[in-house]
């Protein structure tokens, strides 16, 4: 998004030494020690938010720490990486000791509350979608495809009269939202979504149905072997003892509030719960006044850490 508008050019000037993280799966993540991702797809591509939690991010931290010496490192995730976050806590707590503060940008852990058409599609239609998946090996979701960067640059920069076409994309997919700026549309579609697992839109949308935050469900009988009961346990957000700082859009379809309070009444050390008004899912990242409305308050709360 530029130095203006980005998170970690800000924390950069603001002195922080920042690492960014690609999830598994994604363009820039794709490699693995023994399976190929365009050959190997059933087994590649078997993972949720759950893998990335438990196994990808204790690595990252890990290393960072190993590198720079330092015992203790800040957190700030969004979206996913708000869950990805809430697993690892919870699952590996001997990890708390290791984040000096964690920020989450939309948390989401409950998803009871969402509003979007494609998340009640797939649950209405949940064993049939399994059965596509299965059939056609669908297992690779939304994978980055370099074409879209020319696409991108063709309809939906300034001039082009197909801009609000390009914009309805986004505002059927997260919801119409006056901070977003439609200049931006080539860079965000060449970069976004850069790929991952169908599993990951599963297991949130099992946890839709459910109402609960849980691990995988595989079914009955493989959740027997796997976790020694018929369904998947649920994660303890009560495990999470890092101080903790959830700031969400009062306009975000995805992370509801209703959602937010929920996940804030069950972990142990929030620090701070901001609504801000107006922002949406993608608004906490990318929104015209991101700066002013987030980035400064948060780094202000960094500090006293």
């Known amino acids: ?160 009269p197909f801009q609000d076409v390009c914009a309805a994309v986004f505002y059927f997919t997260g919801g119409y939202s006056e901070q977003f700026d439609k200049t931006k549309m080539p860079v965000i579609i060449s970069n976004a979504p850069a790929g991952g697992s169908i599993r990951q839109m599963q297991h949130y949308t099992q946890i839709f149905i459910s109402k609960k935050f849980h691990q995988y469900d595989h079914g009955e009988e493989v959740n027997l072997g796997l976790y020694g009961q018929l369904s998947p346990p649920e994660y303890d957000l009560k495990r999470i003892t890092a101080p903790l700082a959830f700031y969400y859009g009062s306009e975000d379809v995805y992370c509801r509030e209703e959602d937010v309070n929920r996940t804030a009444s069950e972990v142990s050390n929030l620090i701070l719960k901001r609504r801000i008004e107006g922002f949406g899912h993608m608004d906490v990242t990318w929104g015209i006044d991101v700066v002013k409305s987030l980035y400064k308050d948060l780094v202000r709360l960094m500090k006293t850490y």
């Not at 999830?23 to 991702?37: Q, V």
Request: with cysteine.
């Open 1 to 160: 998004m530029g130095p203006q508008r980005s998170l970690g050019f800000f924390l950069a000037d603001q002195g922080y030494d920042v690492w960014l993280a690609n999830p598994r799966g994604t363009r820039w993540s794709r490699k693995h020690a023994t399976l190929n991702p365009d050959i190997d797809i059933k087994e590649y591509w078997d993972f949720s938010f759950h893998q990335i939690g438990y196994y990808d991010l204790p690595a990252f931290i890990d290393y960072i720490v190993n590198v720079t010496n330092q015992e203790k490192v800040f957190y700030i995730g969004h979206s996913q990486g708000s869950t990805c976050y809430f697993v690892l806590s919870s699952t590996r707590p001997e990890y708390n000791k290791k984040v000096r503060l964690a920020v989450t940008l939309a948390p989401i852990a409950y998803f009871e509350h969402m509003n979007i058409p494609i998340v009640f599609w797939m649950a209405h239609y949940r064993d049939e979608l399994e059965n596509f998946v299965s059939k056609y090996q669908f297992y690779e979701l939304l994978p980055y495809k370099p074409y879209r960067e020319t696409l991108a640059k063709i309809f939906c920069n300034d001039k082009s």
